[in-house]
Protein backbone atom coordinates (compact mmCIF):
# COMPACT_ATOMS: atom_id res chain seq x y z
CA UNK A 1 0.00 0.00 0.00
CA UNK A 2 1.34 3.59 -0.85
CA UNK A 3 2.28 5.78 1.59
CA UNK A 4 3.04 9.38 1.63
CA UNK A 5 4.96 10.86 4.11
CA UNK A 6 6.30 14.59 4.44
CA UNK A 7 9.64 15.57 5.88
CA UNK A 8 11.02 19.10 6.87
CA UNK A 9 14.29 19.90 4.88
CA UNK A 10 16.73 23.09 5.79
CA UNK A 11 19.30 23.97 4.35
CA UNK A 12 17.87 24.40 0.82
CA UNK A 13 19.04 27.89 -0.91
CA UNK A 14 18.07 27.19 -4.28
CA UNK A 15 17.20 25.67 -7.61
CA UNK A 16 20.51 22.88 -7.44
CA UNK A 17 19.42 22.32 -3.70
CA UNK A 18 15.81 21.10 -4.64
CA UNK A 19 17.47 18.61 -7.39
CA UNK A 20 19.74 16.98 -5.08
CA UNK A 21 17.17 16.95 -2.10
CA UNK A 22 15.27 15.04 -4.90
CA UNK A 23 17.16 12.52 -6.48
CA UNK A 24 18.71 11.33 -2.86
CA UNK A 25 15.01 10.63 -1.91
CA UNK A 26 14.11 9.10 -5.09
CA UNK A 27 17.22 6.86 -4.67
CA UNK A 28 15.59 5.03 -1.16
CA UNK A 29 13.92 2.05 -1.98
CA UNK A 30 10.23 1.59 -2.11
CA UNK A 31 10.20 6.02 -3.26
CA UNK A 32 8.28 6.58 -5.96
CA UNK A 33 7.97 10.37 -6.10
CA UNK A 34 9.23 12.94 -4.34
CA UNK A 35 8.23 16.72 -4.60
CA UNK A 36 10.25 19.24 -2.87
CA UNK A 37 9.57 22.45 -2.12
CA UNK A 38 12.06 25.38 -1.71
CA UNK A 39 9.98 27.66 -0.27
CA UNK A 40 8.04 25.34 1.97
CA UNK A 41 11.38 23.73 2.99
CA UNK A 42 9.74 19.97 2.92
CA UNK A 43 10.10 17.20 0.70
CA UNK A 44 6.91 14.85 0.23
CA UNK A 45 7.59 11.63 -0.07
CA UNK A 46 5.67 8.57 -1.86
CA UNK A 47 6.46 4.95 -2.27
CA UNK A 48 5.86 1.79 -0.77
CA UNK A 49 6.96 0.43 2.84
CA UNK A 50 9.46 3.50 2.48
CA UNK A 51 12.10 3.78 5.27
CA UNK A 52 12.09 6.98 7.10
CA UNK A 53 15.21 6.66 8.41
CA UNK A 54 16.77 5.80 4.73
CA UNK A 55 15.23 8.75 3.23
CA UNK A 56 16.24 11.50 5.95
CA UNK A 57 20.15 9.74 5.81
CA UNK A 58 19.63 10.07 2.05
CA UNK A 59 18.63 13.78 2.26
CA UNK A 60 21.54 14.20 4.93
CA UNK A 61 24.45 12.91 3.11
CA UNK A 62 23.44 15.71 0.38
CA UNK A 63 24.45 18.20 3.03
CA UNK A 64 20.81 19.31 3.95
CA UNK A 65 18.84 18.52 7.61
CA UNK A 66 15.62 16.56 7.25
CA UNK A 67 13.01 15.19 9.75
CA UNK A 68 9.60 13.76 9.60
CA UNK A 69 7.01 16.47 10.23
Known amino acids: ?3 TIEFS ?3 MTCD ?3 HAV ?3 AKDVPGVTDVKVSL ?3 KAIV ?8 KVIAAIE ?3 YEAAVV
Open 16 to 18: HCV
Open 61 to 63: EEG
Open 39 to 41: EDK
Open 46 to 53: TGDAVDTA
Open 1 to 3: MSQ
Open 22 to 24: TTA
Open 9 to 11: VTG
